[in-house]
């Protein structure tokens, strides 16, 4: 199964193979969907994890030999520059293209300069950054190379959606996870912008590609399906991606 997550009340694309799951702090349970906020669960971490919540609770509650997370407006899809739901890949497709792969996720963004740099610019103080390095370190000191290689360099998978085997989106959970709470005992977001405060939403979707990278998963990236973008959207994602590309290899060239 693969997972649509919303914390909006939405019609989607009626897709076999996929559900629905609401998140968030809305009162009314949603048409069709299920909630994160049953079992065993972290639904009150919602403004803080974003689809984390979500996330956790497909590891927790579900068994299934596919598991997978898109978003209400973000599927994966056939063409880089469609917005049209009959171009999402379906449950059957995404299947298939594991035949040959450990993993799929979405196509990267470029960045003109390091992930590292893009991260404390957008959305992490640098001392949070810092933490969380320490705190990979303590946890799985393995991993602590493949972390600086990946924020070196110019390019993520984001989103956190993904699509694997049950037994590897479990494994990824339970690597990630106990980062994230650890983390959260020495980060104090009081005064944060709700945006800010969306802070271990947008370090995960850092973290699934030092994943990836330490594990050296083959992974699929296809274009993402984004419904709410216009094809004028798309080519302006296209062109700033290319010339973010450019800029970063001039200027790590020198």
């Not at 949603?30 to 994160?36: A, E, K």
């Not at 946890?139 to 998978?157: E, H, I, T, V």
């Not at 980060?187 to 994943?211: A, C, H, I, P």
């Amino acid at each position: 199964m693969i997972y649509i997550v919303s914390h909006e009340n939405r019609a989607l694309p009626k897709l076999i193979g996929y559900q629905p799951i609401q998140v968030g702090g809305a009162v009314e349970d949603f048409p069709g969907y299920i909630r994160d906020n049953t079992g065993d669960n972290i639904s009150a971490k919602n403004a803080n994890y974003c689809e984390l919540t979500a996330l956790y609770w497909i590891w927790k509650n579900v068994d299934a030999p596919f598991k997978g997370l898109v978003h209400y407006r973000r599927y994966f899809g056939r063409r880089r520059l469609s917005s049209r739901p009959r171009d999402i890949l379906s449950y059957e497709a995404l299947c298939g293209l594991l035949k040959d792969a450990d993993i799929v996720v979405a196509r990267p963004a470029l960045y003109h300069v390091s992930a590292r740099e893009q991260l404390l610019m957008d959305c992490c103080a640098p001392e949070r950054f810092d933490l969380l390095r320490r705190t990979v370190e303590a946890l799985c000191p393995d991993y602590l190379g493949d972390f600086d290689a990946f924020f070196s360099g110019n390019r993520a998978s984001q989103y956190n959606m993904m699509f694997c085997r049950g037994q590897r989106f479990d494994a990824y959970c339970a690597w990630l996870f106990p980062i994230l709470f650890e983390l959260e005992k020495g980060v104090d977001l009081t005064g944060q912008s709700d945006y800010r405060k969306r802070l271990y939403g947008f370090l995960s979707e850092r973290l699934m590609n030092v994943w990836i990278l330490h594990n050296r998963l083959r992974a699929v990236r296809v274009p993402v399906i984004s419904t709410a973008y216009t094809l004028r959207d798309h080519l302006t994602y296209l062109r700033r991606d290319v010339t973010n590309d450019i800029r970063f290899r001039l200027n790590h060239n020198k």
